[in-house]
């Protein structure tokens, strides 16, 4: 995907730097901000699964996109980490109100990442993009806690030697870009100054490896067979 940064006015890129920032330095509950010093218009997260819900303990990535016309039009959002919900579409796109009739300007991305948050608790039916989801969750939720609580289990949460919410695919991941320019110098000199990415340098998030190999194999053995039981399904 192309950057839009010099697609975007300086005064826009300054008012998205700044929010930016306050997302790093005061990150709502339960997300974490990996915003790119080369290309603002691409912001990555993760986003920890809701207590009481089939997501709970699991992180989630996903990405927000700044088009052309932002504000003016809202970002698109895509969940990395593949998720059985009624809002989200195979290829991760997200179905919400605020991102399609119900988008402001005024609204700004911290709106965003929280009512996509929300999503999780509170998934709508009524404007799925995956159908079987928006269906199992009206007629048998069981079955859709169960098929949730399994995506859950085998992508969204780590395994020995994995990250949390890693993309299964290749694919899935962020794709290195070639630098968009100089943003300081596009944004004008005042723009503040924005935290290297995940990927930019940034260590990951830490992740515990188990020094017994048996009990490595065992959790292998147990991400293989759900990986099978889902193929079942």
Request: hydrophobic share 35%; aromatic share 4%; no cysteine.
């Given at each position: 995907m192309n950057s839009n940064v010099e697609n975007l006015p300086p005064h826009v890129l300054r008012l998205v730097y700044k929010e930016v920032s306050a997302l790093v330095a005061d990150p709502p509950e339960g997300i974490k901000i990996y915003p790119s010093?080369?290309?603002?218009?691409?912001?990555?997260?993760?986003?920890?699964?809701?207590?009481?819900?089939p997501f709970a303990g699991?992180?989630?990535?996903?990405r927000l996109v700044l088009g052309k016309d932002f504000p003016?039009?809202?970002?698109?959002?895509?969940?990395?980490?593949?998720?059985?919900?009624?809002?989200?579409?195979?290829?991760?796109?997200i179905c919400v109100n605020v991102l399609k009739r119900d988008w402001k300007a005024e609204l700004g991305l911290r709106?965003?990442?929280l009512t996509i948050k929300c999503l999780l608790i509170h998934p709508n039916p009524e404007s799925a993009l995956n159908e079987e989801a928006g269906r199992l969750l009206?007629?048998?939720y069981a079955e859709y806690?169960?098929?949730?609580?399994?995506?859950?289990?085998?992508?969204?949460?780590?395994?020995?030697?994995?990250?949390?919410?890693?993309?299964?695919?290749?694919?899935?991941?962020?794709?290195?870009?070639?630098?968009?320019?100089?943003?300081?110098?596009?944004?004008?000199?005042?723009?503040?100054?924005?935290?290297?990415a995940l990927g930019n340098g940034a260590s990951g998030p830490s992740v515990s490896v188990s020094s017994s190999t048996s009990s490595s194999s065992v959790a292998v053995k147990k991400k293989a067979d759900k990986k099978r039981a889902l193929r079942r399904l």
């Open positions: 010093d080369e290309d603002i218009t691409e912001l990555h997260t993760a986003i920890e699964g809701p207590e009481g819900t699991g992180v989630f990535r996903m003016a039009v809202p970002p698109k959002g895509y969940f990395l980490t593949k998720i059985f919900h009624p809002n989200v579409g195979h290829k991760g796109e709106h965003v990442l009206l007629e048998d806690e169960a098929r949730a609580r399994l995506l859950t289990e085998i992508h969204a949460m780590a395994g020995p030697g994995d990250l949390p919410g890693a993309a299964q695919d290749p694919h899935d991941s962020p794709q290195p870009k070639k630098h968009a320019g100089d943003l300081a110098k596009r944004a004008g000199g005042g723009a503040p100054a924005v935290p290297a």
